[in-house]
């Protein structure tokens, strides 16, 4: 089982990184005035709480948006979303993760930072955290997931010169708190990494469509919830067409009439606790504010007809992530 921080050991973490964080940051940011925070949720065995929506920055990152762009959007998310919200980035997105550094220094406990590493090896690991870090100017990481663990060496990645191994390492140098995985295919291979019992999150596509092609919901979410292992949700809205993300222009596959019930369909899912939407511009974040605000289970004809419209666009798009 992973090592996880003390309650003692993370205060002392704060309070080191205490200095960094300018006077007058709140725990939990407000929304704007007449505004609710988004409901949050408990991020599996992590313990920690966060908005049921969350920030994903690759369009953002690999779309070349400036410093100045992305700081609208995020400070956007923390106004209209509030809560702690968890801020996915990684670093071929561009320049996200240094772009995110001024608000990582003015909101840092109000935000969940994850980013992830593809490296297999135990130096390899450290080092891409320690890039990260440097990137982001912060101290210590919430998560680091390995990502795309379907296309991970699996001999390789238990071995002590592995990858497990550098996150574990991070993790007890105080630099990660969190452990995790993410990937868009190759259930089989997430399977094996969470029955280990080594993980705290896992980052699975999760939408109406795809449930009818790789479905992660039956196949591997059952299996995080054995481990209480915190589930975030991405590809929420099946991803970017044709996988270009660098038009500025709504890219996503899911709009129009499809976008709310893309939304609440995963915030249905069960043991789901955040579903991460990339966000361009401010327009959006409200948009995934009002669909959040508008949550309720799908349920009955509503549901059946969801899943019908979910299995005409599968056959369209196919194995769009790569094999199943």
Request: proline residues 4%.
């Amino acid at each position: 089982m992973s090592k996880r921080w003390t309650r003692r050991q993370f205060l002392e973490r704060m309070a080191h990184v205490a200095g960094a964080i300018t006077v007058g940051t709140t725990v939990g940011y407000r929304p704007v005035s007449g505004t609710s925070a988004l409901p949050q949720r408990t991020l599996g065995r992590t313990g920690a709480k966060i908005s049921i929506i969350g920030l994903g920055l690759g369009p953002l990152g690999i779309a070349n948006y400036s410093p100045a762009e992305v700081e609208k959007v995020v400070t956007a998310a923390l106004d209209l979303w509030g809560g702690v919200v968890y801020l996915d980035v990684q670093p071929d997105y561009g320049d996200a993760e240094p772009n995110l550094a001024p608000l990582l220094l003015r909101h840092r406990q109000d935000i969940f930072i994850a980013t992830k590493t593809w490296e297999q090896s135990e130096s390899a690991v450290m080092a891409s955290v320690q890039e990260s870090l440097r990137r982001l100017k912060v101290s210590y990481l919430d998560a680091i997931l390995l990502n795309n663990i379907g296309m991970f060496d699996f001999e390789r990645l238990f071995r002590p010169d592995g990858a497990l191994a550098g996150l574990k390492k991070a993790q007890k140098q105080g630099l990660v708190r969190y452990i995790g995985i993410s990937g868009h295919m190759g259930t089989s291979a997430f399977v094996q990494a969470l029955e280990s019992g080594e993980f705290d999150i896992v980052m699975p596509v999760v939408n109406f469509v795809d449930r009818h092609t790789y479905n992660f919901e039956e196949k591997v979410l059952p299996i995080a919830a054995k481990h209480n292992v915190g589930i975030v949700a991405m590809k929420v809205l099946g991803g970017a067409v044709s996988w270009d993300y660098s038009t500025r222009s709504q890219c996503a596959l899911l709009t129009g009439n499809d976008y709310q019930p893309a939304i609440h369909y995963a915030l249905g899912v069960t043991g789901v606790s955040t579903a991460v939407i990339g966000c361009k511009t401010v327009k959006e974040v409200q948009s995934a504010a009002e669909a959040a605000r508008s949550y309720r289970p799908i349920n009955g004809k509503r549901y059946a007809a969801l899943m019908e419209r979910g299995r005409e666009l599968a056959a369209q798009w196919g194995e769009h992530f790569g094999p199943r």
